[in-house]
């Protein structure tokens, strides 16, 4: 008993030394990697590596996890939010940009903030928000309705809020913003509504927007040959997910999305630069330092709005900073970082769209009747889903969708302000006339397409030769980010609800939880007082698990 | 420079949020809805709406009537027609005659304050009283400006309709909300915090203390937890004139940054 008051005194001291305000200063986002016990950026830190070096939990003893506790969201949607972990606070978003500040150690909610969206607000694919930045004593978000706001880390009230993006045009913030340095990185979304994209910088302080770069060039900008007439003006180019950076090369990586219209390539001749590609902009001015095109005039709608990895490789003897891209397109990339240069591309799933890459890493396309499908299909060989690249094992994993293809028609499409600029679409691809394929998102808990549709899959690769080192299956596919350990721990899941812990050499499976609902946004983890935490969402539920006790 | 910045941002937030936003009858409207009307929407939401909106009208996702928060309405017209339609696989259509419906509207528009005897004076005025003799800045924190040790109000505006603010000026005890009530803790070592409650459960307390910190403390082992029910702010009343409390409800009023 005298010894149970003990560790519960210890306990509560602990929990008051870590809430002291310690502030986030740019200088301990550089160094993420120090403070394991922290998740601090949408992606773990800088390079997106998404790899902790807590070591608590090993294959050893994984399969002593144990649920602590679940915070449900009161919104239905796919919750694609990740959090982060500062000090033993946890902070999430939740639809449509709801910002919660949560006791990491026990799941209770300290403040809640709610913005209220424009009723003009528009986004293609539900009211998805990814998260939030953190600098200082401030929380930066992106909202549906196309506003940058601050928050107050401790009292969860606006700071400011600056409006980025017309909502009536289409354009809406869902990624989690990146700080570097004072400012407060952020790019808009809108592809399907023929917005003209861009990135943008804001000090952290005020809100004053810094500087703006915009994924379409317009006339006089170099790259405004690759667009047909006027069709720059509704190019797409939209950014929905957080970029990379690299503090030594001091340049952001920026993934964007498709061209508009998204099916229709005859209404934009031409290479439709810089939708489909990484841009390595310069965090200060917005300059644009180098760029690597994936899929020139794509008719596919497939967005290069993967998280750049970045990875220092010693490449054929040389030591290389290398940045790792497994593409919707279905080709694994690797680059080098510092100019955009190709090293190496390889099909990891069945791609029919183009028979290889050149010497350059530009496809060569092989367009398929009208009619006959194309692998992958319209949501692409992978998406969104946040990758993992573990230095341990010098592998990238990815989440992918095998077996999976779609039937794409292309119409003239008339661009009406703030509506859809299709031009077409792409039908999944089932093999059975009538058969229902892939959905978008799990709306129902039967599997109805079942693996004739498309399967999911854990992919290791090695970036050294662009091989997979091993393929974890799924039945259903999956849209699960992926997580590792320094203890070769692969955390991640996908829509069947089961979220499993791997071997990340072997890609056996050690210990899994079916909790039922999709898994739709990347497993983090954390350390309160000591003890290793692993995050996830699961349907409507966030779920927290940590060693028995 | 930076307070301009700021305070063009609240405007702009005020403009834009306008047509969709809390209309509160003393700011946006004076006049426009009766007293009678309020009253007989008061009622008629009690008996109809009451059910599944809740009695702040925040029970449905996205919804908050009180605050003006709606998914579709943006004028009158609009909000009376959802009111009589209904909506597809939700709310179900009430028939209404069309004083019940104004009724209704009136009372949402005026953010569920049925009270006529509140008095608003000059914001401008309530600013200076807000900053200087009346001594609110030096516990509440405004759009990021001022300490985090009583509620942040830059938002009471939007949340708290006239009535409740005043009340809270002149009577804080008796506005003050069960949740925000301030704690006084003593660890089992002898610690003392103190703090304001911000959540509660079986086994834990979540508080922001006297040092701005937000803490999570377990329950299990506590010499003593305590929650006070007299708030830590002064009762104003008979220290300001009603003058002067009018005043400070005018400027709380005007803050509505989201």
Known sequence: MTRRVAVTIALVLVALSGAIDAQVTYDRLLRAQDEPQNWITYSGGYSSQRHSLLTQITPGNVRNLELKWILPNQVFGAWQSSPIVVDGMMYITQRPNDVLAVDAKTGRVFWQYRYTNSPDARVCCGANNRGVAILGDMLYMGTLDGHLVAIDRTTGRSLWDVPVGDPKLGYSL????????????????????????????????????????????????????TWGGDSWKTGGGSIWVTPSYDPALNLTYWGVGNPGPDWNPDQRPGDNLYTDSVIAIDPDTGTLKWHFQFSPNDPYDYDSVQIAVLADLNWKGTPTKAMLWANR?????????TNGKFLLGAPFVKVNWASGLDANGRPIPTPQPEGMPTWPGVQGGTNWYSPSFSPRTGLLYISAWEGYASVFRKEKAEYVPGRNFLGGGGTPYTGVTGAPGVRVGRATPINSWTDAAGNGAVMAIDPMTGQKKWVFKQFDVTDSGNLTTATDLLFTGGREGHFYALDARTGVELWKASLGGQIANGPITYAVDGKQHVSVISGNSLITFALRD | MLLRATLLVSFGLIASAAP????????????????????????????????????????????????????????????????????????????????????????????????ASVKVGSAARGKSLFDGKGECATCHRVAGRGPRKAPDLS?????????????????????????????RIVTADGTTIRGRRLNEDTHTVQIIDDRERLLSIPKKGLRSFDVITESAMPAYAGKLSDDEIADIVAFLLTLRRQ
Request: hydrophobic share 35%; charged share 25%.
């Open chain 1, 329 to 337: 397109n279905g080709f694994f990339y690797v680059l080098d970082r």
């Open chain 1, 174 to 225: 869902t990624m989690a913003p990146l700080v570097v340095k004072d400012k407060v990185l952020v790019g808009s979304g809108g592809g399907e509504y023929g917005i003209r994209g861009f990135v943008a910088a804001f000090d952290a302080k005020t809100g004053k927007e810094l500087w703006r770069f915009h994924t379409i060039p317009g006339p006089g900008e170099k790259g405004n040959e």
């Open chain 2, 20 to 115: 969709a936003g809390a209309q509160l009858l003393t700011v946006d409207h004076p006049g426009q809805y009766t007293q009678e009307d309020i009253a007989r929407g008061s009622l008629l939401y009690n008996a109809q709406c009451f059910a599944c909106h809740g009695r702040d009208g925040d029970q449905i996702s996205g919804v908050d009537l009180r605050r003006g928060q709606f998914r579709r309405a943006q004028s009158d017209e609009d909000l009376a027609q959802t009111i009589t339609r209904g909506t597809p696989g939700g709310m179900p259509p009430f028939k209404l005659d069309p004083a019940e419906l104004t009724g209704i509207v009136a009372f949402i528009r005026a953010g569920f304050d049925t009270s």
């Open chain 2, 155 to 183: 938002d009471i505006g939007l949340a708290r309709a006239p009535a409740m603010l005043e009340r809270s000026v002149r009577d804080p005890s008796s506005a003050l909300q069960p949740i925000n009530r301030p704690v």
